[in-house]
């Protein structure tokens, strides 16, 4: 596609039940990104893929927490059990290389999560 | 740790004046330094980057960047604001660990731009 596409884009959930988020990200991009934006604060990292291995994880908040990515493209962010202090905006993004060369970013929209 | 302090969580500027939202980073060795921007309910922009070369470093929207390095600061600017500006300012840094690399990002500055 022509730039990065999250889904779902607003989520709704009660504590407890387990979510998938997805990204698909822009064609030809080896590089993949998770963050989280919770209100009020920065964009915190959550895990960076290269093809499809995650060679940092090391922003993953919990063992709830766990992300894959399948034939370089597509990833899935999974939460377990889900807790209130979830409830953020999880921001998928992507580059080329990797962050060798520009160190530019594509975003997607993000996905709403709210924890009821 | 590598990282960005913005230092100021709302900037308010007159449309028509220059504006200027602080970014200071804290890294070993040559700093990679951005700009993003966030629109409402919208996913980060690309503004400008400094990786090296001339200090000065000029980006979308009529919006430029001084990398100061004696003073640790890159801070972004722009000689005339416009209402259209307003919007969440994020200052970042390139961070290496081992093989990968990541941009860690500040909190954020919400420029307020009015009439």
């Known amino acids: 596609g022509a730039g990065v596409s999250q889904s779902p884009s607003n989520k709704v959930t009660e504590k407890g039940k387990d979510v998938e988020l997805r990204c698909d990200p822009i064609?030809?991009?080896?590089?993949l990104y998770w963050y989280r934006q919770s209100l009020g604060q920065g964009l915190e990292f959550l895990i960076y893929?290269?093809?499809?291995?995650?060679?940092?994880k090391s922003g993953l908040p919990s063992d709830r927490f766990s992300a894959e990515r399948t034939g370089g493209s597509v990833s899935t962010l999974t939460i377990q059990r889900t807790q209130q202090e979830d409830s953020a905006v999880y921001l998928c993004a992507s580059s080329l290389f990797g962050l060798g060369n520009t160190g530019e970013l594509f975003f997607g929209e993000g996905s709403r999560l709210t924890v009821l | 740790a590598q990282s960005v302090a913005q230092p100021e969580d709302q900037v308010n500027v007159a449309e028509g004046n220059p504006l200027t939202v602080k970014c200071t980073y804290s890294?070993?060795?040559?700093?990679?330094l951005f700009w993003y921007v966030q629109y409402p309910n919208r996913g980060l922009q690309f503004l400008l980057k400094?990786?090296?070369?001339?200090?000065l470093v000029k980006g979308s929207y009529g919006f430029e960047a001084e990398f100061n390095k004696s003073q640790t600061s890159f801070h972004l600017k722009k000689p005339s604001a416009l209402v259209s500006d307003s919007a969440l300012y994020f200052c970042?840094?390139?961070?290496?660990?081992?093989?990968?690399?990541?941009?860690?990002f500040g909190t954020g500055t919400r420029l307020q731009v009015t009439l």
């Open positions: 890294v070993s060795g040559n700093p990679y």
């Open positions: 064609s030809g991009h080896t590089a």
């Open positions: 400094y990786i090296t070369g001339d200090n």
């Open positions: 893929f290269q093809g499809n291995s995650a060679p940092d």
């Open positions: 970042a840094v390139r961070v290496h660990t081992g093989t990968a690399s990541k941009l860690t």
